[in-house]
């Protein structure tokens, strides 16, 4: 039996960051990680490294410089002939990426000293010393520590009767393997990994059909940036359809067929190559035995944790996907370096208010904060500031003035409440504001201060001081 301080169970973005943190702090550190390559060798970087976030920017990178030079360079007075696509190379490419970032985690845990053990952990039991934890692998382990950290991720949500085969109805990882560029593909879900996905797919060639469940497109993103992005999917031939019932689903040789009823009660029929479903996630606590050291879990399989990440037992935390709050890769990360600094004894810091979020298809769409919508709500009083991209030299030159800049500032003390951004590379713009919103900067803060020229940032001041009605642009 193998001792340790911290033993990490989870080498996704929350746990990977968490064991580098804690033995950054002076604890011997163990991650626990299953993820496999090809051929069977460790992946660490969970999900988002492997089968999410790292592999669907590659693609979107690519299938996006594809897209430019069929459609876009002749623009810029480039001519393009023969213009071909090479599908195995493009994911070959992608392939290269996510091993670069394996690699570079397993380099990390190395010059850390953190000890990596290639297998599923499991508690066991509880201990005098901490609890027991077991990792089945390659080869068999029983480790020991006082605290625990659980960061096992998500797996995408099925739709009831309709399992993921991977071949016809794909979750994202199959969504990032298809062989063929498929004419036409189907999208159950506007989620982010759904119209990531899609958006590859367009690019490429494939007729793009979404079916949404909600009346509302976007519902979480501010209406007007909703709007605003839902024009520009549609002028780019994505079809998107809202308010929709999916009914049966059938999965044959030659694809997928959905009944689904539309917003006006009328029978449909969608005929597709492949179905990408993009309906959410779970918690991945499946294999955990958290009934072994009765620790806590919520009606949707997620550990039950406090706002610090504690769980209902001593020494056991919890971060990430696997706990309450956002899905999303950096907030894993923060709580990760929190919880190991809480285990020191010092004050992890969190701001749930200021973590941003970011949609990676073409427009990009990023926000941080309240949307107008839950000021409104709240019958908090604002003022808002919006600022076009093509009133913005930089956005023009790059022949990309889609979108716009959104600002909600309070009414009385003018201290920004949210910042919305549809348009050329938001997932960049969007951290100023919330840099601006960790310091509760004003509206004013930000119209004050000094933007290179020309540049997409300088749209951000414009819609700062927008907000006063002074935009010196438009």
């Not at 299938?63 to 360079?73: I, L, P, T």
């Not at 004050?448 to 001081?465: G, K, M, N, Q, V």
Request: proline share 3%; charged share 20%.
């Amino acid at each position: 039996m193998k001792t340790f301080d911290v033993i990490v169970v989870g080498g996704g973005p929350g746990g990977y960051i968490a064991a580098i943190r804690a033995a950054q702090l002076g604890f011997n550190t163990a991650c626990i990680d299953e993820w496999k390559n090809e051929k069977g060798g460790p992946a660490p970087g969970g999900t988002c490294t492997n089968v999410g976030c790292i592999p669907s920017k590659a693609l979107l990178q690519s299938s996006e410089n594809y897209d430019q030079a069929a459609h876009h360079f002749v623009d810029h007075g480039i001519e393009v002939k023969g213009l071909g696509l090479d599908l195995t190379k493009m994911l070959a490419r992608k392939d290269t990426v996510v091993k670069q970032n394996n690699e570079g985690i397993l380099f990390l845990f190395k010059k850390n000293k953190v000890t990596f053990f290639h297998g599923r952990g499991a508690f066991v039991a509880a201990a005098a010393d901490g609890y027991q934890i077991k990792v089945t692998g390659a080869a068999e382990e029983t480790l020991v520590a006082k605290h625990v950290i659980v960061a096992t991720g998500s797996s995408a949500r099925a739709l009831a009767g309709t399992p993921f085969d991977e071949d016809k109805i794909l979750s994202n990882d199959g969504a990032l393997r298809i062989g063929a560029v498929p004419q036409k593909l189907g999208l159950i879900g506007s989620g982010v990994i759904g119209l990531e996905m899609g958006s590859v797919w367009r690019r490429l060639g494939s007729q793009v059909t979404v079916l949404e469940a909600l009346p509302t497109f976007l519902g979480a993103v501010d209406e007007q940036i909703a709007r605003e992005a839902h024009k520009a999917f549609i002028r780019q031939g994505m079809k998107i359809e809202l308010g929709v019932k999916v009914g049966e689903i059938k999965s044959g040789k030659k694809g997928v067929s959905v009944a689904w009823t539309d917003a006006k009660g009328q029978a449909q029929m969608l005929d597709a190559d492949k179905l990408i479903v993009s309906i959410g996630r779970v918690p991945n606590t499946v294999g955990l035995n958290p009934d072994a050291v009765g620790l806590k879990l919520d009606e949707r399989g997620a550990v039950v944790v406090d706002d610090e990440c504690r769980t209902n037992l001593p020494g056991v935390w919890a971060v990430g996907d696997v706990v309450r709050g956002p899905m999303l890769a950096h907030k894993a990360e923060d709580e990760g370096v929190a919880v190991a600094e809480r285990i020191a004894g010092q004050h992890g810091h969190v701001n749930f208010n200021t973590i941003p979020w970011v949609i990676y298809t073409n427009p990009e769409i990023a926000w941080v904060g309240q949307t107008e919508q839950q000021l409104k709500a709240a019958g908090v009083k604002y003022r808002a500031g919006t600022f076009p991209f093509m009133a913005n030299g930089r956005a023009r030159a790059l022949g990309d003035t889609t979108g716009m800049v959104k600002f909600l500032a309070d009414a009385a003390t003018d201290e920004i409440l949210g910042v919305h951004i549809v348009g050329p590379m938001a997932s960049e713009l969007i951290s100023e504001a919330v840099v601006a919103m960790e310091f509760r900067a004003s509206a004013e803060d930000i119209a004050r201060i000094c933007h290179a020229h020309p540049s997409l940032s300088e749209a951000t001041r414009e819609a700062a001081l927008a907000v006063d009605k002074r935009s010196l642009n438009f």
